[in-house]
């Protein structure tokens, strides 16, 4: 069974950083892209920022020069710096991933979409 499992999220005020970290489990065989999303109360989730196992990155326009996404392809983790935090980052951030898996009961391969069980971020003004 393939997981994603956060941690990292804090209470942190306004101007400090905090560091998430999203580590993939399971009989994993490849993870294309993983990322991180965000909700906020009354709030649409939204897509923070992404990476595929290239290295090609993408980020929402509010966290640009500010957040920086990593992967470890080798450990199959993905982390989140987060710089120059403001009130309005508070939210719930999920980790996600396109994984592909091993089935041992099928013997087969398949792909799917993952989420995490989110970390709350809470910036103080």
């Known amino acids: 069974q393939v997981q994603l499992v956060e941690s990292g999220g804090d209470l942190v005020q306004a101007g400090g950083s905090l560091r998430l970290s999203c580590a993939a489990s399971g009989n994993i065989a490849s993870i294309n892209a993983m990322g991180w999303y965000r909700q906020a109360p009354g709030k649409q989730r939204e897509l923070v920022a992404a990476?595929?196992?290239?290295?090609?990155?993408n980020y929402a326009d509010s966290v640009k020069g500010r957040f920086t996404i990593s992967r470890d392809n080798a450990k199959n983790t993905v982390d989140l710096q987060m710089n120059s935090l403001k009130p309005e980052d508070t939210a719930v951030y999920y980790c996600n991933a396109d994984i592909t898996y091993y089935s041992t009961r099928t013997t087969r391969y398949y792909t799917d979409n993952y989420w995490g069980q989110g970390t709350q971020v809470t910036v103080s003004s």
């Open positions: 990476a595929t196992s290239g290295g090609r990155t």
